[in-house]
């Protein structure tokens, strides 16, 4: 048998190893190997400190007097969300905007934010998650609707985002979802990015997993041609492979974030947006924000007005 003698790579199969070894860096920030790129974080030290709420009470809320009495508050959280909600695999430490939001409001309901126990939620089982008491709230880029308020109940809106694509940066004809036709979309199961794809661009080839990260190792290995969902997400992941990923267009759908808590339970519900109202006040919100996803390099917007729905 001849074998062929060792020469230069040809540029696609360049190009192919390239986007292999971005995937595979990507997939490691997700497994905590050695060699991940890395995401401009905060500095442990950078992150705010709450004040604790003492002589803290809420009698009305059966999920807070549970958590009272069990020491600690168990939240609902993403892990592969940079700048918002992403777990370290080697620590466990979860980290990002979500993530401070998760701990002030324990801080305001008066459980030390260090006793949290983070639990990773999907987008598809986020209702469920609050409906069985799996968790006492859910903070995760939550889009407040009416239909999921059938559900569960919204403290908030605490940030305001907007649906966008993310592709690779060798692609030129996707500017925008008008153009998704006949192209192979990504983007997360029980999502409202997914759902207005589906019903304002029934054109696009709809392809959903559990998580987006999953979208996004997609996207690298040309499986899909472009991931969609809320923009202050997509940033995170072309932030890890700015030579690979770029976002396109401008946001095409508003997307409050709101804290999801058992829907019924309006005293949790009342008493985090007193609290996320104070912690506008105090400065508390803006810290978080410029410690987590302000390093993508979008500066404090104004926290959206929260929206005190009556008691259901
Ligand atoms: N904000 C959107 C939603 O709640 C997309 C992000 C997500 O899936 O968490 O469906």
Redesign the pocket.
């Known amino acids: 048998m001849r074998r062929t003698p060792p020469g230069p790579p040809r540029p696609a199969l360049r190009k192919a190893a390239a986007l292999l070894l971005a995937a595979l860096a990507l997939l490691g920030s997700a497994c905590g190997k050695e060699g991940s790129p890395p995401v401009k974080g905060p500095a442990p030290g950078a992150l705010p400190h709450y004040a604790l709420a003492t002589d803290f009470r809420l009698p009305d809320s059966p999920t807070w007097e549970r958590a009272k009495r069990r020491g600690h508050f168990t939240v609902g959280v993403?892990e592969d969300q940079p700048y918002l909600g992403e777990k370290d695999p080697a620590t466990g430490t979860y980290a990002g905007f979500d993530i401070e939001i998760a701990r002030m409001m324990s801080a305001s309901l008066g459980l030390d934010p260090a006793t949290i126990r983070f639990r990773t939620i999907a987008?598809a089982n986020r209702e469920t998650a609050l409906q069985n008491g799996q968790i006492d709230y859910y903070v995760?880029?939550?889009?407040i609707n009416d239909n999921r308020k059938k559900l569960v109940g919204f403290a908030g809106p605490y940030y305001l985002?907007g649906q966008g694509l993310l592709v690779r940066t060798d692609e030129n004809d996707i500017h925008g979802p008008q153009d998704l036709a006949g192209r192979r979309v990504c983007s997360?199961a029980?999502?409202?990015?997914y759902q207005r794809i589906q019903k304002d661009y029934p054109k696009a080839t709809l392809v959903a997993y559990d998580t987006?990260s999953v979208c996004v190792d997609n996207l690298l290995t040309y499986q899909v041609d472009a991931v969609t969902?809320?923009d202050a997400?997509l940033i995170g992941y072309a932030a890890k492979v700015p030579e690979e990923l770029k976002v396109v267009g401008k946001p095409f759908s508003r997307?409050p974030?709101g804290i999801g808590v058992p829907r019924g339970d309006d005293a949790l519900r009342f008493a985090l947006d007193d609290a996320l109202a104070a912690r506008e006040e105090d400065g508390d919100w803006k810290a978080a924000y410029q410690a987590t996803l302000g390093l993508s390099g979008v500066p404090a917007p104004e926290p959206p007005a929260i929206d005190r729905y009556p008691a259901s």
Do not use: M, Q
């Not at 995760?140 to 889009?143: A, K, R, S, V």
């Not at 029980?190 to 990015?193: A, H, I, K, V």
């Open positions: 993403k987008s995760g880029t939550y889009t985002a997360a029980g999502s409202t990015p987006y969902t809320d997400i997307e974030y």
